[in-house]
């Protein structure tokens, strides 16, 4: 890989995580989790633009910086980072946004959220109603956010822009 397409690479990923991050002022608590659908556009703008393992980075960084800054719970990583390699994946087999929203929708709140019920019990020290707790919230967070981005990426695409970000196509 060229050293400029790198450097482009990282420089978009950075402001995706930077925008997955500032997004999740807009988050809605629901069953202890913080929903953040911004997250999930991220992701699916990750997975046209960059791929699946930029994506799942994009999603443990903008995790990681939400936690920290106090912004998120633990439970954001398995959320938005099986998500991101769902969409990603779905993404680079098939060129189909639709089909893409919905791998986003359904890694997120069905693995997701069958994955949030331990890190909730252990590393959180909650006491979670089941193991199904989790995935109506993260349903939630994740259709809004996909929606938000197949909005966006249609727009994106008709203006010819999307094509100027997009490294997994070319």
Known sequence: MKQREMTQKLAFAGLLTALAVVGSFLSVPVAGSKCAPVQ??????????LGPWWGVGIAFGASLLRNL????SLMAFPGSMVGAAC????????KNLPLTCAAEAAGTSILGGLLAWPVAKFLMGAEPAGLLIYVVPFFISTAAGSILAYGMITVLSKGGILRMFSWSAR
């Open 87 to 94: 969409c990603g994946i779905v993404y680079i087999k098939m």
């Open 40 to 49: 999930h556009m991220v992701n699916i703008l990750a997975a046209v633009t």
């Open 69 to 72: 800054l106090g912004l998120g």
